[in-house]
């Protein structure tokens, strides 16, 4: 039975309602492990709760937690939220990575996994953060498990239940352009996103998600695990995404649905073949990035359920926005209607209409209420009560968003606002191309040219002749790369999400190459004005021999 997030629900408010509705139904599932139920796993919680005020932690306090994808570590966050702020961080850091996030942070304690070699270790002895072990019972349900810890501290003081205004969990922005801010939500805010994202997929206690997706992450958090406690339903506990093994999950646990980035859905094809299967999917979810509409197509006609596109961030404990499920219209391209808060779009101070481009904003219960001790960047996201998102977009007449791109990622090509997600659409046209993202190469004259990254398909061959050909077939002239970099895997996030913003740079990539025409793709200019304009190219650039098929701007002109 799903629980309803009232003003004043918790976490702990949330699994005390199921344990006590569905105290036997399973809450967590993970492979070669049994089933943890409701009321087992409130019993861990309230395990976890003594132990960490038996390690000194208070209300109010910060305690970072690095553990694997898994059981324990959603368990462990349940537990955490439960007396303090959870801190989740990527295990997979380095130490200079970690001691930047202690240092932040400043954490009352340290969660690991009990033998964990980790560089976060070395980072919390030099800042005397204390560390508490995560002991698994092996034999035990998924997600039991006991802490320990070396010295004896002071107890902590419970100072009575959570209350929804209590900060449950504390995450980063991923620090793209500046510094990462601290994004502080409360367990209203958790819960109020949790039944968001129920109502929007319908959930009920006979689903069951297949999380793939990082536990450190607010996806991860808030869509498979909070939104499947909030309706009562299971989740399985995945080691973290494993294209091969798949297709064996699917089988061994009988998901009703999966949510995932559009990086994983497309891997999941590539491993599954093209050919229809018969699974016990009702439904596919995707999030955190842009879903190229030919991939969704091709993970419909593969699974034969319709593929639900959502729109999410940090800041908004995950879910802005959603397209319903059938048959309400599912529209390919858009992010669907608001499935929380509030959303608008806007321009120049003040709210746009429908058809309009400008920044979306939003305001509900499920978001922040402003970045840690960062007045600067709270001045900046927020507007007469709306938060900023920083993504452009525009709502149709029906109030379904559209998606033009992030702010910091639309390509300036001297003057020219360019969206690199059509770019991305339209190299995705060609039948060799896997994978493609467009990104910003500075640029001398015009500040700014396209390039784009792109995988090709497995055996699948392609020249950059002709993928800029469909590109310009498609789109502006001035829309099509002047690079395109072919590559084994586009650079990605710890969430798998591509990283657009900096890929010139971490490719080592620079506006000054020219890419010569090959000798058999020249061709002489042959009507009166391709001679004319190659005259005059000539003269004006100092070169000689102009093909008809060249572009001015490699040609080194500007505008």
């Known amino acids: 039975m799903s629980i309803d997030t009232d003003v004043g629900l918790t976490i702990r408010g949330l699994l005390e309602s199921q344990a006590a509705q569905t105290p036997d139904a399973a809450a967590l599932l993970a492979p070669g492990r049994d089933p943890i139920t409701y009321a087992q796993l409130l019993a861990q919680v309230e395990a976890a709760r003594t132990a960490l005020l038996g390690a000194g932690v208070c209300r109010g306090d910060r305690v970072a937690v690095v553990l694997p994808n898994g059981p324990g570590m959603a368990a462990a966050f349940l537990s955490t939220a439960d007396v303090a702020t959870c801190a989740p961080l990527n295990p997979a850091y380095r130490e200079s990575e970690f001691s930047f996030y202690l240092s932040d942070l400043t954490p009352k304690a340290i969660v690991v996994e009990q033998g964990l070699e980790s560089p976060v270790l070395a980072a919390a ?169 030919q991939v969704m197509a091709e993970l419909e006609r593969v699974f034969s359920v319709p593929v639900i596109e959502a729109y999410g961030m940090t800041e908004a404990s995950h879910q802005m926005a959603s397209n319903p499920l059938p048959p ?144 310009s077939a498609r789109l502006a002239d001035f829309e099509v790369p002047r690079r395109i970099v072919l590559l084994d895997e586009i650079p990605k996030g710890p969430t798998g999400k591509p990283q657009r913003i900096g890929l010139a740079a971490k490719l080592g990539l620079d506006a000054t190459f020219e890419q010569p025409l090959r000798q058999a793709e020249r061709r002489e200019p042959r009507t009166p004005s391709e001679k004319l304009v190659a005259g005059l190219w000539e003269h004006v650039l100092g070169r000689d021999n102009i093909s008809a098929q060249e572009n001015f701007f490699d040609l080194g002109g500007d505008s």
């Open 125 to 293: 002895k030099e800042r005397s953060i204390p560390v508490i072990r995560l002991c698994s019972h092996r034999e035990g349900p998924a997600g039991s498990f006991w802490l320990e810890h070396d010295s004896p501290a002071a107890m902590g003081s419970p100072n009575g239940p959570p209350q929804p205004d209590d900060i449950a969990l504390v995450l980063h922005t991923s620090g793209t352009t500046s510094r990462p801010k601290q994004v502080p939500l409360s367990n209203s805010n958790l819960c109020r996103s949790a039944a968001h994202i129920r109502r929007a997929l319908e959930l009920t206690a006979a689903d069951r998600c297949l999380n793939m997706m990082p536990l450190f992450h607010i996806h991860g958090l808030a869509a498979a695990l909070l939104a499947s406690l909030s309706a009562g339903a299971s989740l399985v506990c995945t080691p973290g995404f494993y294209a091969p093994r798949f297709l064996e999950w699917l089988a061994e646990f009988e998901p009703t649905w999966y949510t995932a980035v559009p990086t994983m859905h497309q891997a999941i094809l590539a491993r599954v073949g093209d050919q229809p299967r018969s699974t016990s999917l009702r439904f596919i979810r995707s999030s955190s990035a842009a879903l190229p509409p």
């Open 328 to 471: 309400a219209a599912r529209k390919p391209g858009s992010v669907g209607r608001a499935a929380g808060p509030e959303v608008a779009i806007l321009l120049n101070g003040n709210l746009a209409p429908s058809g309009i481009t400008g920044e979306i904003v939003i305001r509900g219960p499920n978001v922040m209420g402003g970045y840690v001790a960062n007045p600067e960047a709270n001045e900046n996201a927020f507007h007469a009560g709306w938060f900023r998102t920083g993504d452009l977009g525009r709502l149709d007449e029906e109030n379904y968003l559209f998606i033009s791109g992030r702010t910091k990622e639309i390509i300036n090509r001297g003057g020219e606002k360019i969206s690199p997600r059509e770019i991305d659409e339209a190299l995705l046209e060609h039948p060799s191309v896997a994978q493609a993202l467009a990104f910003a190469l500075q640029d001398t004259k015009l500040g700014e040219e396209v390039a784009a990254a792109v995988v090709l398909r497995p055996d699948a061959s392609a020249n950059e002749t002709e993928l800029r050909e469909i590109v």
